[in-house]
């Protein structure tokens, strides 16, 4: 398994945390996910009402090769600075359109250690990262050519860099609105690296 070298591992000593812009969920599978409201998040769960909702895995790839493996993937976070960089090249992305549940803004979320709590809003949401998004083919049957601007290579260590948002699992549930607020906690050090999950 590649090891993502492309951020740091010290993110700022207190983050200061971010906002969300967005947030998205669909019950049925489908690469993009409309906007709503707000979505309710169920401990160990994910995102109420979602498809990919469960204690076990529910995206169809992972299904395939084993369904009793653990859902590390219950709720998707994506950074909204992504959205301008891919503008630059050609390519209109908006909040939800990459399948992603929670959108926000002021996080660099790639650079976050395994194991960082985000807690989302007031309600008492809290989702535990577990990992980099790991994009399949299905991206470029949204835009083509999108993903080679999500995944690429380090040009000078060469390695795997991912940028198509971060992954989590519901560690205490609560409503998330646009318009939240995210505090960061970061877990005990030795801080690990984000790998794809």
Same mark, same amino acid.
């Given at each position: 398994?590649? %090891?993502? /070298?492309?951020?740091?591992?010290?993110?700022? &000593? /207190?983050?200061?945390?971010?906002?969300?812009?967005?947030?998205?969920?669909?019950? *049925?599978? #489908?690469?993009?996910?409309?906007?709503? $409201?707000?979505?309710?998040?169920?401990?160990?769960?994910?995102?109420?009402?979602?498809?990919?909702?469960?204690?076990?895995?529910?995206?169809? #790839? %992972?299904?395939? =090769?084993?369904? !009793? =493996?653990?859902?590390?993937?219950?709720?998707?976070?994506?950074?909204?600075?992504?959205?301008?960089?891919? /503008?630059?090249? +050609?390519?209109?992305?908006?909040?939800?359109?990459? +399948?992603?549940?929670?959108?926000?803004?002021?996080? $660099?979320?790639? &650079?976050?250690? !395994?194991?960082?709590?985000?807690?989302?809003? +007031? +309600?008492?949401?809290?989702?535990?990262? *577990?990992?980099?998004?790991?994009?399949?083919? =299905?991206? $470029?049957?949204? =835009?083509?050519?999108?993903?080679?601007?999500?995944?690429?290579?380090?040009?000078? !260590?060469?390695?795997?860099?991912?940028? /198509?948002?971060?992954?989590?699992?519901?560690?205490?549930?609560? *409503?998330?609105?646009?318009?939240?607020?995210?505090?960061?906690?970061?877990?005990?050090?030795?801080?690990?690296?984000?790998?794809?999950?």
């Amino acid at each position: 398994m590649a %090891r993502v /070298a492309e951020r740091s591992l010290t993110p700022p &000593a /207190a983050p200061e945390g971010g906002v969300v812009t967005a947030v998205s969920s669909n019950g *049925t599978y #489908s690469f993009t996910k409309p906007n709503r $409201d707000g979505i309710t998040l169920l401990a160990g769960l994910g995102v109420e009402g979602d498809v990919h909702a469960g204690v076990t895995v529910k995206h169809r #790839s %992972r299904m395939a =090769q084993d369904p !009793t =493996q653990p859902n590390l993937r219950q709720v998707h976070l994506m950074h909204e600075e992504l959205f301008a960089e891919l /503008a630059a090249d +050609g390519h209109e992305v908006r909040p939800g359109e990459l +399948g992603e549940n929670v959108t926000t803004r002021g996080i $660099d979320l790639l &650079a976050l250690p !395994t194991g960082t709590l985000l807690h989302l809003g +007031g +309600g008492g949401a809290v989702v535990e990262v *577990t990992g980099l998004r790991n994009p399949c083919l =299905q991206i $470029d049957h949204f =835009q083509d050519g999108l993903l080679k601007r999500v995944v690429g290579r380090d040009p000078e !260590t060469g390695a795997v860099v991912r940028k /198509a948002g971060v992954m989590s699992v519901v560690r205490a549930g609560g *409503t998330v609105r646009a318009g939240d607020a995210i505090r960061v906690e970061l877990p005990a050090e030795p801080h690990r690296p984000l790998e794809k999950v």
